[in-house]
């Protein structure tokens, strides 16, 4: 049972544009949302959180937006630039799982020059 | 300030044989987690250890035990590994919970053949 998921297993984008990326959950108990940046043979790096009392959040080019109702939450990056390219992976905590991240499958983001 | 590494870096096994991955942290965190990352499957925790001398089960612990030697060390063993352990394995670090920012190791690759 996939409690958090990412849908699009991959998204290309060009430089200057805006990069959106998408997530959605089941688990009415998480309340803690996070973003993390995997670039190939490093470990993931936090990029971003958003707290369930808030619906968006902010952080340079990156802003997290969180819909409850629907149980989505995505990741917008404006301008996108190279250097983004990269897997992106959302991750939920909450609940009885208060302690312990919940990841989906991860978006790799391709911008192009 | 290393911040959290691993080792070793690859290893390659044979089916039945034996191993433990070692975790270390110089931040002084609480916390300590080990997860696997497959691929379309993201990153799942195998254990945590949310302080000194504690220890709990994640959502794939089967296979695995793992021990917190200190404040300091998180390792991971496998007591006989399985062609479906060859995964990359991370550990990750937190200063007391899973809505602090996790740190992340850069990996070890692990192949069973």
């Known amino acids: 049972d996939q409690q958090v998921k990412q849908n699009s297993p991959s998204l290309s984008v060009q430089e200057g544009r805006i990069s959106i990326l998408n997530c959605d959950y089941t688990n009415s108990m998480f309340d803690y949302f996070l973003w993390y940046k995997k670039y190939p043979a490093e470990g993931p790096t936090f990029l971003i959180s958003i707290s369930s009392i808030k619906d968006k959040n902010e952080d340079g080019r990156f802003t997290v937006f969180l819909n409850k109702s629907a149980k989505h939450l995505s990741l917008h990056i404006v301008p996108s630039q190279p250097g983004d390219s990269a897997v992106y992976f959302c991750?939920?905590?909450?609940?009885?799982?208060?302690?312990?991240?919940?990841f989906g499958q991860g978006t790799i983001l391709t911008v192009h020059p | 300030n290393a911040g959290v590494t691993q080792t070793p870096k690859f290893q390659v096994l044979k089916t039945g044989q034996s191993m433990t991955l070692q975790c270390a942290q110089d931040?002084?965190?609480?916390?300590m987690y080990w997860y696997r990352q497959d691929p379309g499957m993201g990153l799942r925790l195998i254990y945590y250890s949310a302080s000194e001398g504690t220890t709990d089960k994640g959502e794939v612990p089967n296979g695995y035990n793992v021990s917190r030697l200190n404040k300091r060390e998180f390792s991971l063993r496998l007591e006989s590994a399985a062609p479906s352990q060859t995964s990359v394995y991370f550990c990750a670090s937190t200063p007391l919970r899973a809505t602090d920012t996790q740190y992340f190791g850069p990996g070890t690759r692990l192949t069973v053949l």
């Open positions: 991750a939920a905590t909450g609940g009885t799982s208060y302690g312990k991240l919940t």
């Open positions: 931040m002084n965190h609480n916390s």
